[in-house]
């Protein structure tokens, strides 16, 4: 079985300093690990994923997020925020086998990120 | 096309009304998935079709809810006898391998009144 824990349901920070937002899974295999970001009334979109490979991923608009196995944690970072970034990010895991990631997806709950000028 | 295609993209409809959603994945994806989006109540996995195999269909929330997938690519959600807790978003979201992400569909707003 597998789930996926968002430790902060809403995050406020200021434009210009870091952001962190907090993703911890457990899985019974190898994991593949996503994050994905929606704007109001948007669909999700792709921000970063982890299938095995390198464990410092970086994704698009700036955000990066570190797979430790140890801490079975996830969590994405960007060091300056935007006030674009103001969003809802989900944290998502699924298993993986031979590299390839199959079986339904997992979703956190949720993280609201509110980017203040 | 390019992306997932859902439609519709807004659907009212009465209480104990039947329904179908329909996407339109990513031509080549093996892998469909179908999701839930409520207020309060995250994304919900409904239902997993995968290339030729059994779908996954763990995630319906009851008998009122099918979906299949005709020549491995279009897919119909159908809901029968609508209530008021069906309200939600629908998503749909495709793959080709999961290793290289999965691509949601900008979903089909249900109000059930």
């Known amino acids: 079985a597998q789930s996926v824990t968002q430790l902060d349901s809403h995050v406020s920070v200021s434009e210009g300093t870091p952001v962190l937002l907090r993703c911890n899974y457990s899985?019974?295999?190898?994991?593949?690990l996503f994050w994905y970001v929606q704007h109001p009334n948007k669909g999700l979109q792709l921000l970063l994923k982890?299938?095995?490979?390198?464990?410092l991923v970086k994704g698009i608009n700036g955000f990066e997020a570190e797979f430790k196995k140890s801490e079975t944690s996830f969590h994405l970072t960007k060091p300056s925020a935007h006030m674009s970034d103001a969003a809802e990010y989900f944290c998502?895991?699924?298993?993986?086998?031979?590299?390839?990631?199959?079986?339904?997806?997992?979703f956190g709950q949720g993280t609201i990120l509110t980017v203040h000028p | 096309g390019a992306g997932v295609s859902q439609s519709p993209s807004n659907k009212v409809t009465e209480k104990g009304k039947d329904v179908e959603l329909r996407c339109d994945p990513i031509s080549g994806h093996t892998a469909l998935y179908w999701y839930r989006q409520s207020l309060g109540q995250g994304l919900e996995f409904l239902i997993y079709f995968q290339g030729n195999s059994a779908p996954d269909k763990s995630g319906l929330p009851s008998d009122r809810f099918s979906a299949e997938r005709t020549g491995g690519s279009v897919s119909t959600l159908t809901i029968q006898r609508t209530q008021q807790e069906d309200s939600a978003v629908y998503l749909c979201a495709s793959s080709l391998e999961g290793r290289y992400g999965y691509t949601f569909g900008s979903g089909t707003r249900l109000t059930v009144v």
């Open positions: 982890y299938t095995s490979a390198a464990t």
């Open positions: 998502v895991v699924t298993e993986t086998a031979g590299g390839t990631s199959y079986g339904k997806l997992t």
């Open positions: 899985s019974s295999y190898s994991p593949s």
